[in-house]
């Protein structure tokens, strides 16, 4: 087990990142061990009771001055009261602190993760699922702030407890507490023996929850797929796997810790029978006092059983550390993106772009772009066409710096777009993808969301430019009409049109049109082909476009071919040369047979 893997250094890595909690975990585990301070005084005040029965006026509470018995057995009451309040007080305080600490840590690190993942560059998502980010978020966010809840405190309140009632029995009687302590060793080596042999265990646990939550986030977001091929029955099947394979992993966990128990008892029997055979026949032969050895069996018990329950803690603190791993794994996670720009754009944005000998390769693949270099003057349409796979998408994602150039550089204003900080660059795009993507909430929530101050009227002007009233205004409460997740209550087309509205109120000087009207019927990308040629005025647009009749007015179409630049030129200009563009618009207009292109 490498020291990264281990469940010490994962602990020292929570603790390094909760320093800023530093104050409240000492008040906390200060409550914690008070609260065992007077959880073990009532054994304590046994012992001396039964010493004021037996010895009265020779007992040990007579000697403080309190000479008649009933007088002790007063003062003892007294005492028994207070202690009780006291470790009440401690108890409700140590809950408190312990509870509001597990929630507000657990929540930092949710955040702190969520924020991660957000700074991610593209290929971090490709690697990773969704129901695997979503595990880690909840489930072992969730796992920890369990110890902490309990965990954390039982650790604590053992070890002030062997502390304590140890520091009583060498005070009493060293011969005793020797043999009452011997199995102690015996329970820590069991503990860190159980420790390394839990830890890859509850990781591959960990693992199979992100496998499980993946399995049932694809299928779930992919019912509609599952359902017309008839494949319910295949993916219960893999869904029964991914579960066997999870209840496998704990078993095997469960099976070590469930050892623990049963080995902790034995070695605690040890202990108890020491102290009450050798105690008691040091009480027989008057070594030691009546009230001492009461006192001495019942600590033995304080001092004992508690360590019982370190199995169960230290079975939550595995869980806990390796959902910690995962958790600060995460937060760890550097960004291939990094936003270290410090530039704004200069205001108003004219919105030239301009791609220098730039190239990139997607991990892992030969897909990619290399050595393009273009311009795209301030308020010109470009085009982008070419076959699937060509680098069209590749050039948007990386303007966006979805993704790192590897070299080159791209331009928008003439300023390098990874020196500006990624909000300016962002906030000066607005993209209408292929792919929309719709939140759950109203219409109103979804066409804002690039402007969430937006008036009713700019809402209401940026759905009629996206040709997107006539619809929007039949639904049952307009514009506050819930969409369901990701849209599912309207069709493709609505969603579509949605989108471009999004994008119309967020009035970027650059406007990205990425298959934007590849889901609506002809007469609606007609209407929309007009309200384009509006929205278009005096703004720099970049359109990828499959059917090349929605691009024919382009400044420039540039196509691509496995990641260059084979041809550029307006639709005339492309048509005279016969190549690539004009083979394949001879094949959408019919006017030559199919080819492949």
């Known amino acids: 087990m490498t020291e990264s893997t281990t469940s010490f250094s994962a602990l020292l890595r929570l603790i390094r990142y909760a320093r800023g909690y530093r104050r409240r975990i000492i008040l906390a585990s200060l409550c914690s061990a008070l609260n065992t301070f007077f959880d073990i005084m009532p054994e304590i005040l046994i012992g001396i009771a039964i010493d004021v029965v037996v010895n009265r006026e020779s007992s040990f509470v007579a000697s403080l001055g309190f000479t008649t018995p009933q007088s002790q057995i007063v003062v003892l009451g007294v005492l028994t009261f207070l202690i009780w309040v006291g470790e009440s007080a401690f108890e409700y305080l140590y809950l408190i602190l312990w509870r509001n600490l597990a929630q507000d840590l657990q929540a930092d690190m949710r955040q702190a993760a969520y924020d991660q993942v957000q700074r991610q560059d593209m290929s971090f998502f490709e690697s990773r699922g969704s129901g695997e980010l979503v595990a880690i978020l909840n489930d072992d966010v969730n796992q920890l702030e369990r110890f902490l809840d309990g965990g954390a405190n039982d650790f604590l309140q053992v070890f002030m407890a062997v502390l304590l009632v140890g520091g009583v029995f060498f005070y009493v009687s060293p011969t005793i507490a020797w043999l009452a302590i011997t199995p102690i060793p015996v329970v820590i080596w069991g503990a860190f023996y159980f420790m390394r042999k839990a830890t890859p265990l509850y990781s591959d646990v960990r693992a199979e929850v992100g496998g499980l939550a993946n399995r049932l986030s694809n299928n779930l977001g992919g019912m509609a797929t599952i359902k017309s091929f008839t494949a319910e029955n295949r993916e219960s099947a893999r869904l029964r796997g991914a579960s066997e394979r999870y209840v496998t992993a704990n078993r095997r966990a469960i099976r070590v810790s469930s050892a623990f128990v049963p080995m902790i008892r034995m070695a605690i029997l040890v202990g108890f029978l020491a102290t009450f055979i050798v105690g008691g026949f040091k009480t027989l032969d008057g070594s030691l006092n009546v009230g001492a050895y009461g006192m001495l069996v019942f600590l033995t018990q304080r001092l004992l059983w508690p360590l019982t329950r370190l199995a169960q803690t230290v079975d939550l603190y595995e869980r806990a550390m390796a959902s910690t791993r995962r958790i600060l794994g995460l937060i760890e996670t550097p960004s291939d993106v990094r936003n270290t720009g410090t530039k704004e754009l200069a205001k108003p944005v004219n919105g030239q772009i301009q791609f220098d000998d730039i190239s990139f390769q997607y991990f892992g693949t030969k897909a990619g772009v290399q050595n393009i270099s273009l311009t795209v003057s301030a308020g010109n349409t470009i085009a982008l066409v070419g076959a699937t796979g060509s680098g069209k998408s590749t050039l948007i994602k990386l303007l966006l710096r979805f993704y790192p150039v590897t070299t080159g550089s791209i331009r928008i204003d003439n300023e390098p777009i990874d020196q500006l900080t990624l909000a300016a660059l962002r906030e000066s795009i607005g993209l209408v993808s292929q792919d929309v993507f719709l939140f759950e909430g109203s ?155």
Do not use: C, M
């Open 443 to 597: 219409v109103r929530d979804n066409i804002a969301y690039g402007k969430p101050d937006a008036s009713d009227d700019e809402i209401e002007l940026a759905i009629k430019s996206a040709e997107a009233w006539d619809f929007v205004s039949e639904l049952s409460d307009g514009i506050d009409t819930l969409v369901g997740e990701r849209g599912v209550k309207l069709s493709g087309g609505q969603r579509q049109r949605l989108s471009l509205a999004r994008a119309i109120l967020k009035n970027p000087p650059i406007l990205i049109l990425d298959e934007a009207t590849s889901a609506v019927d002809n007469e609606t990308e007609a209407a929309i082909q007009k309200s384009l040629a509006r929205v278009s005025r005096n703004r720099t647009v970049l359109v990828v476009a499959h059917r090349l009749s929605t691009i024919v007015g382009a400044d420039n179409i540039v196509v691509l071919d496995q990641g260059r630049v084979v041809e550029q030129g307006t639709h005339a200009q492309l048509i005279a040369i016969n190549g690539f563009y004009a083979r394949q618009w001879q094949v959408q207009t019919g006017s030559a047979a199919l080819t492949t292109y």
